[in-house]
């Protein structure tokens, strides 16, 4: 790799004839780790003055200053978010969307169901419906002695129920 | 100048200040002290920050002059760059172990006269141009640059020299 570029940057820069932004240049090319054997002696100079621009104060020095001077130090402000009457009852809305879907999924299986029922039954096929229908036929086929005598009982408490 | 205010203006160039005078006394304690001082002589004047053409030039003289003042009155003495000669006389071991405790470029730096360490400061740490570095110390650019180049050439040499 060819370094005349950073060379004569260097050499310029020895001179005071850099700008800052030549300078900025050089402090970038020296942070790199792979830099030539030649320009190597340059590099922690240039490592040192990044090193030296990150000393600084505490943060209680600053406030320290403030209260001093009569200000109050920064506080981490926690804004207050408006909260309209829509969003506090988007909960509900929410609620109410999903017992909609509920609701619609139920009616549309329960609708489902009921004519499956109705289309076998048209169609001759035994369903659970017709065969529980036809269960509840047979038990009241097989006792008519027993209906008979009911159907008689209540006949005659009928007809003694109204004034002759 | 407009909209200044102490929080916005000048407590922003309290770190800028504290590397100047921590450079300068070589001292964290002392260098706070030094700034805390400037802060608030910088705040006293607030009646003409108005008037200040450059607050920041006026605050950075403001602390360098404390600054040397506490060096003056400790008695102590910029150091002089020809003394660093004896770590060229040092073993690689003896070496290794100065630059552990303390950058052996960084010493060489702080070795350089107050006012060539300060403008190196100003020029490659804070980035400012000669211009404002001749506002801030009260001298001319030419006379910026011959100190500049004064110090660049020195470290050069000795980095040569393998220190």
Request: aromatic share 8%; hydrophobic share 40%.
């Amino acid at each position: 790799m060819d370094y005349k570029y950073i060379e004569q940057l260097l050499e310029r820069y020895w001179e005071c004839q850099t700008t800052l932004e030549e300078e900025a240049i050089l402090r970038t090319f020296f942070r790199q780790e792979d830099v030539p054997a030649s320009l190597l002696p340059y590099r922690q100079l240039f490592l040192e003055e990044d090193e030296m621009a990150g000393e600084h104060l505490s943060k209680d020095f600053q406030d320290k200053m403030l209260r001093m001077v009569g200000e109050e130090p920064a506080v981490q402000v926690c804004k207050a978010r408006r909260v309209t009457f829509m969003r506090r009852c988007r909960p509900f809305y929410r609620a109410a969307g999903l017992i909609a879907i509920l609701l619609t999924i139920g009616n549309a299986a329960h609708q489902s169901f009921t004519d499956d029922g109705q289309q076998a039954s048209d169609n001759g096929q035994p369903s659970l419906v017709n065969s529980q229908w036809s269960m509840v036929n047979d038990s009241i086929a097989s006792r008519p002695e027993q209906q008979s005598a009911e159907l008689k009982t209540l006949s005659i408490d009928t007809l003694d129920a109204f004034p002759r | 100048m407009e909209n200044i205010s102490f929080r916005t203006t000048v407590m922003p160039l309290s770190d800028k200040l504290f590397r100047l005078a921590l450079r300068i006394t070589m001292n964290r304690a002392e260098a706070e002290d030094v700034v805390q001082d400037t802060l608030l002589k910088v705040w006293e004047h607030r009646s003409e920050w108005e008037q200040i053409d450059n607050l920041e030039a006026f605050a950075i003289a403001i602390c360098r002059n404390r600054a040397l003042d506490i060096q003056k009155r400790a008695g102590r003495n910029t150091e002089n760059l020809d003394e660093m000669a004896h770590f060229s006389s040092q073993t690689p071991h003896e070496q290794l172990v100065a630059s552990e405790q303390i950058s052996l470029v960084r010493r060489l730096m702080d070795a350089l006269p107050e006012v060539q360490r300060t403008i190196m400061l100003l020029r490659d740490i804070e980035g400012k141009t000669y211009q404002e570095i001749a506002a801030m110390l009260g001298i001319s650019e030419t006379q910026v640059k011959v100190y500049l180049h004064r110090a660049r050439t020195k470290i050069k040499d000795k980095l040569n020299n393998g220190l």
